[in-house]
């Protein structure tokens, strides 16, 4: 049995680019594995974050998870702070990395170099995202491109701690999207929708109004041809309309660009398709946000769910370890 393990940050609003390149595979793999989905509040820390927002912000999220179509009745969704076994393993894996390893991490030094405030937890990051997989014995870790370098080092951790201690983590892989799920900025489509970008225009939000997502689409830039074709190096702009057209009605880009000879129509039916896919995200968002004790009863169930398998296994390596049982 394959088991999946992933994590979302509760920072920022949820854009198509998270729901295209990785949501709607976690929504899809709760059928086919046995999968954990964690929204990773101890990861916001890394920077300050304001408590009363970062309190809505995690509902919230956890609001979204669900109208997206994660089933608590399948899968087990829940929040990290609520597993406090995630701390413990944290700091024995922060044991097992090297300082030097860290430092080698290309997120650590991207952030590191915009941040004013550096945080240790920013450094020891990737160790707390190492516990996070290995507590669950996950044997797949859907993630993008970014977290790449985190997935091996949490490998390389598990195979140190192994060989030093004896057989206790199960070495899990990393999986990626399939192609065509990077969803690329409305306004500058060579970089990726995020939702740090310059301009809001660039990203769509999955809770924007149907209005705002027909302006949005409206304005994305194009180029100065007409042909509507699948070809990203010379038309960056039109083949991610094809791909976010494609991805909303479950075709490749080059099947979406069929029968379309002028860019009005693709844009009219491009902003048809995602407004389509997010109404009913977007009305059962609506629904479970009018009853935030329902999530959190939901959130509570997914926690006690997550911590029988987490304190299992950090049984084990605290045994491994000879710490001395209490
Ligand atoms: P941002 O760049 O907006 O901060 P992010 O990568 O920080 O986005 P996370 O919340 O860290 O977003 O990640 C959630 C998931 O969404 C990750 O698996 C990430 O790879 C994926 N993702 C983020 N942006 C895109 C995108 N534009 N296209 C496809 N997948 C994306
Ligand atoms: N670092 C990831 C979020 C994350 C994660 C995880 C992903 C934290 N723990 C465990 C997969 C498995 C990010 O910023 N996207």
Redesign the pocket.
């Known amino acids: 049995m394959t088991r999946v393990f992933s994590g ?2 509760p920072t ?1 609003n949820v ?1 198509l ?2 729901l ?3 949501l709607v595979h976690w929504v899809e793999d709760q059928h086919r594995s046995d999968s954990l989905y964690c929204v990773v509040d101890l990861h916001a820390l890394t920077f300050p974050q304001d408590p009363t927002e970062l309190r809505s912000t995690t509902l919230r999220l956890a609001q979204l998870l669900l109208a997206i179509g994660l089933d608590p009745d399948v899968c087990t969704l829940f929040v990290q702070s609520h597993v406090p076994q995630h701390t413990q393993g944290a700091w024995i894996m922060e044991c097992t990395a090297s300082v030097g390893e860290l430092r080698r991490m290309t997120q650590f030094k991207d952030k590191s170099a915009k941040a004013q405030f550096v945080s240790g937890g920013l450094f020891t990051y990737p160790a707390l995202m190492a516990a996070d997989i290995l507590l669950y014995d996950a044997t797949h870790v859907p ?5 790449r370098q985190h997935v091996e080092l949490t490998r390389d951790l598990a195979e140190r701690f192994n060989s030093r201690y004896g057989q206790t983590f199960v070495i899990p892989e990393a999986t990626y ?1 399939r192609a065509g ?4 900025d409305l306004q500058a489509p060579t970089s ?5 970008a310059e301009s809001a225009a660039g990203t769509i939000l999955v809770l924007d109004e149907p209005k705002a997502i027909e302006r949005k689409i409206k304005r994305a830039v194009t180029d100065t041809e007409t042909e509507v074709r699948y070809d990203v190096a010379a038309k960056p702009g039109v083949s991610n309309l094809l791909s976010i057209l494609g991805a909303a009605t479950g075709r490749t880009p080059e099947e979406a660009a069929v029968g379309y000879s002028q860019y009005g129509p693709l844009k009219t039916d491009t902003a048809e398709a995602v407004v389509e896919l997010l109404r009913p995200i977007q009305a059962r968002y609506t629904e479970l946000a009018e009853d935030p004790a329902e999530t959190r009863r939901l959130l509570a169930v997914g926690a006690g769910k997550a911590e029988e398998i987490a304190a299992a296994t950090l049984a084990r390596a605290k045994e491994a370890l000879g710490l001395l049982p209490g």
């Open positions: 979302i940050q920022g854009h680019g998270n295209l390149g990785a993630v993008g491109d970014d977290q999207p799920a990077r969803v690329m990726k929708m995020s939702k740090s």
